[in-house]
């Protein structure tokens, strides 16, 4: 018997005398708490998630529409010297209009490995929310994010959000739009980690460098 039968065993004798309830689980516990900490226009939920991106160190840019966040991806990428970048199977296309041949696009494939991925520069994303009380974003395995690890081993991501269809003001609002059963990736910052000594390292669990472009108007 495995350790697993063991514990689910002892599970079920602990609830061999519980009535059966058949109430949803959504509808199980009251949820009547604060959904967001004040009243904000949408302007300023942008900024504040402008803000909160910057205190973890992310480099936010702004721009208004796709031939312009084009310019500035191909910006971006040359800034960094990157001459290969992971593209999404559904990015949009026009997104990477501008970035010159020099700069090999990698696909995102299954059968990719730590040690290839790790060997790409840049990947560029887009999201699926983005929450201003926390600075965070919430990548779901969408087409145009691709498998969690593209965005956890190159040292460069460059992450699009749509504004303001993709910005929400706390937690719990970016909860009611996200599917549980995805495989959900929250991002606050590059990612970084401390020693007992607090000094910071960062590009050990994922990029070095985050950069985050909100496109649109708020």
Do not use: F, K
Not at 137 to 161: A, E, K, Y
């Amino acid at each position: 018997m495995s350790g697993r039968d063991v514990i689910l065993g002892r599970v079920r004798r602990a609830l061999a005398d519980v009535t059966p309830d058949g109430t949803p689980y959504e509808a199980a516990l009251p949820r009547d708490y604060l959904g967001e900490h004040g009243e904000r226009s949408l302007a300023r939920t942008v900024e504040l998630l402008a803000e909160n991106l910057a205190d973890y160190r992310a480099l936010v840019h702004r721009c208004a529409g796709v031939p312009e966040l084009s310019a500035l991806i191909a910006g971006l990428l040359a800034g960094r010297g990157a001459r290969s970048v992971l593209v999404p199977p559904g990015l949009d296309g026009a997104w990477l209009a501008d970035t010159g041949a020099e700069v090999t696009r990698v696909a995102d494939e299954a059968a990719s490995t730590a040690a290839e991925l790790d060997r790409v520069d840049s990947v560029v994303t887009g999201c699926a929310v983005a929450v201003a009380e926390t600075g965070t974003l919430v990548l779901d395995g969408s087409p145009d994010q691709g498998r969690r690890r593209i965005t956890l081993i190159p040292d460069h991501h460059i992450c699009v959000v749509r504004v303001p269809e993709q910005v929400v003001g706390s937690v719990p609002q970016a909860v009611a739009r996200l599917d549980p059963r995805r495989p959900l990736t929250w991002i606050s910052g590059p990612s970084a980690t401390s020693d007992i000594e607090l000094n910071r390292v960062e590009g050990v669990h994922g990029p070095r460098t985050l950069e985050v472009v909100l496109l649109g108007d708020a």
